[in-house]
């Protein structure tokens, strides 16, 4: 009666007992699509400590982790007196302690109490404690929580943390030597740690190995190889791939512990390494960012918000994939888009570079220089401002803003209403918009909006251009040269200068991925004889080699693809002319009568009389390009002696239609 009093009184003694909490912070993980951890965050002490299952440990540790410090961890009850009686057998005999007596549980109860070792009372707390939490958890629980609260050395809890910092992998798959030393390093954390006390961890690891020998745990052979293997002398730093991205994503979901993103850890890994080679080779203070995109899902694969995000010398800190700049000439694709949809121009159009003023503003081309009539097609590919000023006019702005929108971008107006100008660059962008109208442009003229979230479905696009207007785009841009040593005829691709040289872009795409680039300084600041083509377009093409192998191929024409010569186009299509011009009261293109075709000058002053017919007022006349005379409205007046040698005269009237003559001046 005594014994079942007694048992009773133990048992409420147990279950009366208060338990400390046992759901301890872990560490919010961000990982990528297979799983491989991105980014790791310290919990709020800056305590690195990480969940970890038990099905991802390797079992050759658990063997050794309880053959070494609680072999009957499965039968007892939290408390082994055997091994107590065996340690206080030990300690008279020696005088001092060998060894503990603690189980496992008793061990996990005095972390969860951050409590002491030596004092009988804080013993006794921790036999109560074990007893307690055996009645209230599984083996399986409690060894778990003890693998996520067991100290390694300095601000490290947990095999995880520990196996990640001291070996650079995950505890998966472990070496007896490692396994050994993992095992050793929680009873003497801060004595053992192979950073401070290498001598003394390589010690602890060699004794774990030769017991379990005895135990025949390991075989004699493994434990020969296991103990010439090296241990770490330093800790490795936890992955930090992505750090901007990783940032953006927790903040957006501070109650989730653990995020699958779509990148790739391998692809992100090497287009980091490329940036910051590429940001360091352009010069000092020089910034990049870099965004890869499968355009067929809408998943970011990488995403290099700088060249190194503890730089502050580049400001690497700054996001640069979704800091707003001008995107430069990066946007006059989907003006040549449009224009294709609209029936204004076809690739083969003839369209004329000339100098226009509309309504005080005077467009130039980057160089200065206007190469008169030329292809669409040509004017695209050498990106020059007056063809695209003038079908920007004719869209209208506002339709060019309402298709970036469509796009999925976010454009930002500096004065609020949109001008011809924001083809051009006059309008605040992100990298990340440019990556996602060009996904759309790579589709096909319809794109999904660009994802990062394992989970998420894609969501389709409003279309913004034909799968016709697309393809003529890719097979424009795909002639573009590439920078020396690249490959030819492969990527379709747009470069972009900012105005200042204060921006630098590369975007392209093939039949699968798009990659944009942006290089220049966080701050703003000019980075002097900086172009997207010398800059930019040689990361681009590396980086595509970076992504995989070999290109992937582009889709084939549309069945309602016109592909015919300049001389086949329907006459409408065959010059550009603005739809004003249509209706003008004088609807002949303007001819230089005088001199005429073929003529052979003599001038004895230095002044050439020039007539004109047809047209709209005011003209200009260039002479190879060079403006002689601006704002004319006379049909005959006299220009500046256009130097000796052969001529060609351009008039350009006021509705942009032209006429031209060739001639030889003595």
Do not use: C
């Amino acid at each position: 009666m005594a014994l079942l009093t007694g048992t009773r009184a133990f048992d409420r003694w147990v279950a009366t007992t208060e338990l400390p909490v046992t759901l301890a912070e872990t560490s919010t993980e961000v990982l990528d699509r297979n799983g491989a951890l991105l980014r790791v965050y310290p919990v709020a002490d800056g305590i690195w400590r990480m969940s970890l299952p038990l099905d991802e440990i390797d079992p050759l540790f658990l063997a050794m982790l309880i053959a070494y410090e609680d072999k009957r961890f499965y039968s007892h009850a939290g408390v082994d007196p055997r091994a107590m009686l065996r340690a206080v057998g030990q300690a008279i005999w020696n005088g001092r302690a060998v060894s503990g007596g603690s189980t496992l549980t008793m061990q996990l109860a005095r972390l969860l109490e951050d409590g002491s070792t030596g004092r009988w009372a804080g013993k006794l707390r921790q036999m109560r404690l074990a007893l307690a939490l055996e009645h209230r958890l599984s083996k399986q629980q409690i060894l778990r929580l003890y693998l996520t609260h067991a100290p390694y050395g300095g601000n490290l809890e947990g095999l995880r943390a520990a196996s990640l910092a001291w070996f650079g992998k995950e505890p998966k798959r472990l070496t007896a030597s490692q396994a050994a030393l993992l095992v050793a390093l929680p009873q003497s954390p801060e004595q053992r740690r192979p950073d401070r006390a290498h001598s003394a961890a390589v010690a602890a690891r060699n004794r774990v190995l030769v017991r379990l020998e005895k135990q025949d745990l390991i075989s004699q052979a493994e434990v020969a190889v296991a103990l010439q293997a090296g241990v770490p002398r330093q800790m490795r730093r936890f992955p930090r791939l992505a750090p901007h991205l990783a940032d953006r994503v927790i903040v957006e979901a501070p109650a989730q512990t653990r995020l699958s993103l779509t990148l790739d850890a391998e692809i992100q890994t090497k287009m980091e390494h490329l940036v910051q080679t590429a940001a360091v080779r352009a010069g000092p203070r020089i910034s990049a960012a870099l965004m890869a995109v499968d355009h067929q899902t809408g998943e970011i694969l990488a995403s290099v918000g700088s060249p190194s995000y503890e730089d502050s010398g580049r400001q690497g800190f700054v996001d640069m994939t979704q800091a707003l700049r001008s995107p430069g000439s990066t946007l006059k694709p989907l003006v040549y888009g449009l224009a294709f949809d609209q029936g204004l121009v076809h690739p083969e159009s003839l369209i004329h570079d000339g100098p226009i003023e509309i309504d005080g503003y005077a467009p130039q081309n980057f160089d200065g220089v206007f190469r008169g009539d030329l292809r669409v097609r040509a004017a695209l590919q050498q990106s020059l401002n007056i063809p695209v000023v003038k079908l920007t006019r004719e869209l209208g702005p506002a339709q060019l803003l309402a298709a970036l929108r469509r796009a999925g971008a976010r454009p930002a107006l500096p004065g609020g209403k949109p001008g011809l100008a924001i083809s051009l660059g006059g309008i605040g962008t992100s990298l990340q918009d440019l990556v996602q109208i060009y996904a759309g442009l790579a589709a096909g003229g319809q794109g999904l909006t660009l994802r990062v979230r394992q989970g998420t479905l894609p969501v389709a696009l409003p279309r913004v251009i034909s799968d016709v207007a697309a393809w003529q785009l890719s097979d424009i841009l795909r002639g573009l040269a590439p920078p020396p040593g690249a490959r030819a005829g492969v990527l379709a691709y747009k470069t972009g200068t900012s105005y200042g040289h204060r921006d630098a872009w590369a975007i392209g795409w093939d039949g699968r991925h798009v990659i944009g680039i942006w290089m220049g300084r966080a701050d703003g600041t000019p980075v002097p004889g900086a172009f997207g083509g010398d800059l930019a377009a040689p990361v681009l093409f590396e980086a595509f080699g970076r992504l995989k192998p070999d290109f992937a191929q582009h889709r084939a024409p549309p069945a309602a693809t016109l592909i015919v010569t300049a001389a086949e186009l329907p006459l409408p299509l065959r010059r550009f002319r603005s739809r004003d011009a249509a209706f003008a009261q004088d609807s002949a293109d303007p001819k230089v009568l005088f001199p005429p075709e073929g003529a052979r000058l003599d001038l004895a002053g230095d002044a050439l009389v020039v007539k004109l017919r047809g047209g709209t007022a005011p003209f200009t006349l260039l002479a190879d390009g060079r403006v002689l005379a601006k704002g004319q409205h006379r049909r005959e007046f006299e220009v500046p002696n256009p130097g000796t040698g052969f001529s060609s005269l351009s008039v350009v009237d006021s509705s942009g239609r032209s006429g031209q003559v060739s001639v030889r001046i003595d």
